[in-house]
């Protein structure tokens, strides 16, 4: 069988996604929650039900639009990503996943295919962390790696409770609820364009870790406190941001990324001395052993530059998942798929952290990623091209009616 | 003459200053234009009116509350500091120079004093840069220091002009305003403490200079881009942070000091390498030649990190200003009136930075020193002694009353 998505309406609704943003185009910025959010996910629903789905929502945002199979009592086929995005980002992470699974199913009733199993699609709540510190926190949910209680525990920069937004418990699905799931996304990384291939096989998703470091020290007036005199908190947030740099490089491996993303100072005035810093500090590798050692090495420069700075330095781990591995079988019926476009695709595994991690301890799990130019994904010229949208998307409604017949 | 300070009318009017607040006690937040810098104007200029002085305000704010003396054509004796706050500073800092010498010029009133030059109570607006990224930029107009050309470029952090808050033109005052100027303070340092003594003459005043360095790298996400090819800002940023530090330490000079206060991250994501960075740098010494060479230092050090990590790296001086030497007679009126209290006095540099360094460039100017508690300021916990307090001011008041007669 074969299917021919809709690629000029596809490329008008992923322009019409990029319109919520409360950052001037071509920057996208979505937070979770947030008016523009809403409006978002609001026009999302209202595309989906229009698309003939029957749209149904969790407690705290999850989007689930299905079309129903003729087999009632066959668990789903699940498909879906994202659409929340950090400040400045681009417009295709998560986005592609959503809108092309959504023009994937079109594609499949356009070519009267009748799916036995249900096919649902996904929309994950808060993929980012950049509202809760904690990245997947809709897959987390539902597939049980995050409790309810736990999630009650979170608060955003502000001090506002996840819980103000919807009620965290009881949110998990059932294992037998996915007969598989299969994520699209770009990679966020340099290879696809690097090898010229047109698609990627996810065969496992790197395992990655984050820490928070609270750094205290003592503060001052910039002109008075002598130099031997000072505890300054961001001269010790510069020697653990340049050891989690060393650790990472220490390790040989190419597949060891660490990262300080977050260095917040306060008070924060030219003349005043630093006394307490907060860092976020993302470390991840496709091998568990390998990471845990960074994260170790990381720790121990923290205690390193306490002891020599006399600064007081909390060290936090806010996650530490373990890698998943993709299905085999799904990994099968993704290169069938693959084939079946004859152009270049290739396994790889994810460095970059997706829903898909979590929603594999529920369900065979698998992804296909479609390239971005340069590698380059969070950042306002992330940019994947129309042929290779609409590319991905064709080889996941051929996967999808596969699995789902 | 013997001069009585009312020291509970002072203490309690230093607390109700206090309560001008947008922090919670004991921090004190008044940054200047707000709505509470405002409100504090307005209660200091009632207070001056009720003291008897005839008051006027220029056109940006910078306040002048007059006790005219007896020959008209004399040049005034001058007196004051400022009473902005950075954010959850301490409730000391400028306001003991305001109420101290308010309290002074009331017991010179009790004492039945008749000044023969008018004595003036000058209030700086905006001595702290936390606003528009410049210190003491009510004193530099005044002194003809800053144009008001130069001083309409200026915005705040939001972008918005200084204009928007008054005309910064024509309002250097004429080189023969003021016979003299004094200003009390606490000593923002450790010295007097540390010495047992209640009151430091200053005879200069250390030369600071600021610092913005713009740091553009590449973004990305956390787990897609590779370490080899990473360019990430907050890396150059930690490294030119602990050049500042040693650039400071390598001039074997105890009286040089530099500070890193602002680091400012973009996109700021756990998940995102950062791609900008700005940093504001503070760098002061009593020495010219020494302090100008850490300047030099520093931005080698951010030419060398520009160049090894392959980072945009723009350095813009935003002040260098010269130091000053206080007033040769002024410090010998200081020193008699200091001996008359018959406590420990001693002759000091300020490290920190004043009003009085730019008064200095229209009218003699000397600066008289209480003790702080620990050294500490720009803190909540910053402290100063009610008798302390008292005594500086009644040492200002014999020296008002030598000047004025």
Chains 1, 2 share one sequence.
Not at 344 to 350: D, E, K, P, T, W
Request: charged residues 25%.
């Amino acid at each position: 069988m074969d299917f021919e998505i809709d690629g000029a309406r596809l490329l008008s609704e992923l322009e019409t996604l990029a319109t919520f943003s409360d950052s001037a185009a071509p920057a996208i910025t979505r937070i979770v929650y947030s008016e523009t959010d809403r409006k978002a996910r609001a026009w999302l629903k209202d595309l989906c039900s229009q698309s003939g789905l029957a749209v149904r929502e969790d407690a705290i945002g999850n989007l689930f639009a299905r079309w129903h199979g003729t087999d009632p009592d066959a668990a789903a086929v699940g498909t879906g990503s994202h659409i929340d995005a950090i400040p400045n980002a681009g417009k295709y992470d998560g986005t592609v996943g959503v809108l092309g699974a959504l023009a994937a199913i079109r594609a499949l009733r356009a070519a009267q295919f009748t799916p036995r199993k249900s096919i649902e699609l996904l929309v994950f709540i808060s993929e980012e962390p950049t509202r809760f510190g904690i990245g997947c926190l809709g897959s987390r949910l539902l597939s049980g790696a995050l409790s309810g209680a736990a999630a009650k525990r979170l608060t955003d920069r502000a001090g506002k409770p996840l819980e103000d937004f919807g009620d965290p418990e009881n949110l998990a699905l059932p294992t037998n609820y996915y007969a598989s799931f299969i994520e699209l996304h770009i990679e966020q990384g340099p290879i696809l364009e690097k090898t010229g291939a047109a698609l990627g096989i996810v065969t496992g998703i790197a395992a990655p870790a984050a820490l928070r470091v609270l750094i205290d020290g003592e503060g001052g007036h910039a002109g008075a406190v002598l130099m031997p005199d000072r505890r300054d908190a961001l001269l010790g947030a510069a020697e653990i941001a340049l050891a989690v740099e060393a650790a990472a490089r220490a390790t040989g491996a190419i597949d060891t990324v660490a990262t300080t993303g977050v260095c917040e100072v306060s008070p924060g005035a030219v003349n005043s001395i630093p006394s307490h810093v907060k860092l976020e500090i993302d470390i991840r590798d496709t091998d568990l052993a390998r990471r845990d050692a960074v994260v170790k090495a990381v720790i121990q420069a923290c205690e390193t530059t306490a002891a020599q700075r006399k600064l007081q330095v909390k060290t936090e781990i806010l996650n530490a998942d373990a890698p998943a591995a993709c299905d085999p079988q799904l990994i099968e019926v993704l290169t069938e798929a693959c084939r079946a476009e004859r152009k270049g695709f290739q396994r790889m595994v994810s460095r970059a952290y997706h829903d898909s991690l979590f929603m594999s301890r529920i369900a065979p799990t698998a992804m296909l990623f479609t390239p971005c130019r340069g590698g380059v994904s969070h950042r306002p010229d992330e940019y994947a091209s129309a042929e290779d949208i609409v590319t991905g998307a064709r080889t996941l409604a051929r996967a999808l009616a596969k699995l789902a017949a």
